[in-house]
């Protein structure tokens, strides 16, 4: 996962992030991963977020015949807003924008935009679309010293729970499990089809992620 601008430009630097092998199924993987946007997470001080930065978020598997890493597709998400709520800001320089704030449905495909290309929608939604795979995510601004009105960081306290941490306002409960308008998914754009294949899914053995890795690793012998 990183953020790059609408010209490609890197901007926030890469994370590799891997599934909780306790919750997560062979159907639905949760990553449960936290990441706040600041000026330390960019690629160098030179450039900052503009409104045309998105979050490219690359998804990758274990190919079980020779247990190696394999690109599965690719998913984007516009961070900044035009005032209309729909659109994305069409260059960097734009002064009137909004925030992509709450919870998110975003389809996977399976190629990225060429670096040739711009980051929009209209090239995205040429690529290939793989049916009936999506990701879930969720953004919010940060939260403010009520007096200061500095922003403030979970780094800012170390020793508090996950419990506190959200009284504070520094982070945000999950919404509960999913359910129909829980997430805006206007860019998923599901047919008939995808909604028939999503249904023959979740008919079959879905066991635990850490099972599949358990019999993966035996039968490649090797100790987890």
């Known amino acids: 996962m990183r953020g790059i601008n609408k010209l490609q430009r890197k901007l926030i630097a890469a994370q590799k992030l891997y599934p909780d092998v306790s919750t997560s199924t062979r ?25 045309s930065t998105w979050i490219e978020i690359m998804v990758e598997t274990v190919d079980r015949s020779d247990m190696t890493e394999k690109i599965v597709g690719f998913a984007y998400f516009p961070l900044f807003l035009a005032p209309d709520g729909k659109q994305t800001p069409f260059n960097a320089n734009a002064t009137d924008f909004l925030f992509n704030e709450g919870c998110h449905q975003i389809p996977i495909f399976y190629d990225r935009v060429p670096d040739s290309q711009e980051i929009t929608w209209g090239n995205i939604f040429k690529l290939p679309k793989i049916m009936s795979a999506t990701i879930l995510l969720r953004s919010y601004p940060c939260a403010r010293d009520k007096t200061s009105k500095k922003n403030l960081s979970i780094d800012d306290f170390p020793n ?65």
């Open 27 to 51: 159907l639905i993987q949760n990553f449960d991963h936290r990441q706040e946007i600041r000026p330390d997470t960019h690629i160098t001080k030179q450039y900052s977020l503009d409104p």
């Open 160 to 224: 508090l729970t996950e419990e506190k941490l959200a009284r504070k306002g520094l982070i945000k409960a999950l919404p509960g499990p999913y359910q129909k308008g829980l997430y805006n998914n206007q860019t998923c754009n599901t047919d008939r089809d995808e909604l028939h294949l999503y249904k023959f899914k979740h008919k079959r053995v879905n066991p635990l992620l850490s099972i599949i890795l358990g019999y993966l690793f035996q039968r490649k012998g090797i100790a987890q």
